[in-house]
T-cell receptor
């Protein structure tokens, strides 16, 4: 069964600090996909990134970077020089390709990490 | 602005009322989803539609009735709800169902049952 653990329930930082959000996953599939979503107070979940299990390259997008390590089953997310607008709940999620060639619909979310960036 | 539009943003209803939540997307996506999210919890999947047909019902009580009139619209009809049904209801869409497809979410409808 698939599982996603975000051990950090809440994190509070001061603006301009770097912050890393941890995500550890469990799966028996060899083909799977990892996602990060941001949920600001407005409620919408904003898709940030997708990573497939065969691509361990780290990715950087502006102030955001992601570190995918299959050896430790982790997909951590770092925000550099945090800003107040980064305050939100961040969800890590996992989807398994399963045996149906990609027909699996289920997106398993972690419990989320509430990030508060103070001015 | 989100590309998945949900209306209304807020809804307060009594336990005997009948109301509907609406969701619309114009991205050409053929998979649409309803999620329920309680405070400080992750979203929980309720229904999945694929090519306008209901493909997944995650054992949701019959007081929630989904409908997909066309490829752009998804409704959730509500009847005889309970106070514990108060939550944020999120609609999402993806190009198709499948593990690789990122889901795009709307802002949600905050539902309160009196």
């Amino acid at each position: 069964a698939q599982k996603v653990t975000q051990a950090q329930t809440e994190i509070s930082v001061v603006e301009k600090e770097d912050v890393t959000l941890d995500c550890v996953y469990e799966t028996r599939d060899t083909t799977y996909y990892l996602f990060w979503y941001k949920q600001p107070p407005s409620g919408e979940l904003v898709f940030l990134i997708r990573r497939n299990s065969f691509d361990e390259q780290n990715e950087i997008s502006g102030r955001y970077s992601w570190n995918f390590q299959k050896s430790t089953s982790s997909f951590n997310f770092t925000i550099t020089a945090s800003q107040v607008v980064d305050s939100a709940v961040y969800f890590c999620a996992l989807s398994e390709a399963g045996s149906g060639g990609g027909s699996n619909y289920k997106l398993t979310f972690g419990k989320g990490t509430l990030l508060t960036v103070n001015p | 602005d989100t590309e998945v539009t949900q209306t209304p943003k807020h809804l307060v209803m009594g336990m005997t009322n009948k109301k509907s939540l609406k969701c619309e997307q114009h991205m050409g996506h053929r998979a649409m989803y309803w999620y329920k999210q309680k405070a400080k919890k992750p979203p929980e999947l309720m229904f999945v539609y694929s090519y306008e047909k209901l493909s997944i019902n995650e054992s949701v009580p019959s007081r929630f009735s989904p409908e997909c009139p066309n490829s752009s619209l998804l409704n959730l009809h509500l009847h005889a709800l309970q106070p514990e049904d108060s939550a944020l209801y999120l609609c999402a869409s993806s190009r198709q169902t499948g593990a690789v497809q990122p889901q795009h979410f709307g802002d949600g409808t905050r539902l309160s049952i009196l």
